[in-house]
């Protein structure tokens, strides 16, 4: 039971160096959390564009912290694995998204039947695909997804990965994308859109190459050899969050 609530060291003791990781990295990933809960109502509310969506925004905020917050009290009450990390999807947002955005479109000329219309939506799928995961598990029936061949999940993946980047670069630069590029180039080239582009591609780039650097910088560290990763992807989030305060 010990070791289930702190991490050891191989003598049985308690391994101060990981429970301090642990404390800053639970902290941190609240904070992180928030963040992604933010970025999948932006992808549900406000990729399309349409003022009737834009408006419900808000709502969309408040509701992924509130199922952020259900999905991680329901597993740290229930669930199994001694460490997990419940967050919102950004694949299942990106569905959402399409689904409002058809239903906005169906309905522009009654735009006061959009919001409950899309709320009814993301309601009905979760609840079905919750259904459809737990019937797949208990009937076994989640091994017929080996049969789908590799070029058909992988350019799913790959569109999903397209999606979230012109997503990025949208929301960050700032100006709306058409297809992959963006409607205004001489907007987007401008210092204020080009700014938030590089401290996002900075940032990515810490947190890929970070860690190699550090041990190369520090090779007998062994707080490094620890707290490297943590470190590298922690430091911009903290970085980012007192550049908005």
């Not at 939506?121 to 989640?142: D, E, Q, R, S």
């Not at 590029?181 to 987007?188: A, E, G, V």
Request: glycine share 10%; proline share 6%; net charge positive.
């Amino acid at each position: 039971l010990w070791q289930e609530c702190f991490p050891l060291t191989d003598d049985g003791k308690v391994d101060m160096v990981k429970v301090t990781a642990e404390v800053m990295a639970g902290c941190i990933i609240g904070i992180r959390q928030t963040l992604s809960a933010i970025v999948s109502a932006t992808l549900v509310y406000t990729s399309t564009g349409n003022s009737t969506l834009v408006g419900m925004f808000p709502f969309g905020i408040s509701m992924m912290w509130y199922s952020t917050m259900v999905g991680s009290a329901f597993y740290g009450i229930f669930g199994r694995l001694q460490y997990n990390t419940n967050a919102t999807q950004e694949v299942c947002a990106i569905l959402y998204g399409a689904m409002a955005s058809r239903a906005a479109t169906q309905l522009a000329d009654q735009p006061g039947r959009i919001p409950p219309t899309v709320l009814a939506l993301i309601v009905t799928g979760t609840v079905f695909t919750g259904v459809c995961c737990f019937l797949f598990g208990k009937l076994g029936i989640g091994k017929l997804m080996l049969a789908f061949p590799s070029p058909v999940t992988t350019g799913f993946l790959g569109t999903i990965g397209f999606f979230l980047v012109k997503q990025a670069l949208q929301i960050t630069s700032g100006v709306p994308f058409k297809y992959f590029y963006p409607i205004s180039l001489t907007d987007f080239i401008a210092p204020r859109s080009l700014c938030p582009i590089s401290c996002l591609i900075a940032m990515t780039v810490f947190m890929r190459r970070g860690p190699g650097l550090l041990k190369k910088c520090f090779p007998r560290s062994k707080v490094v050899a620890k707290l490297g990763r943590l470190i590298c992807q922690l430091l911009p989030l903290c970085v980012f969050h007192l550049v908005l305060i």
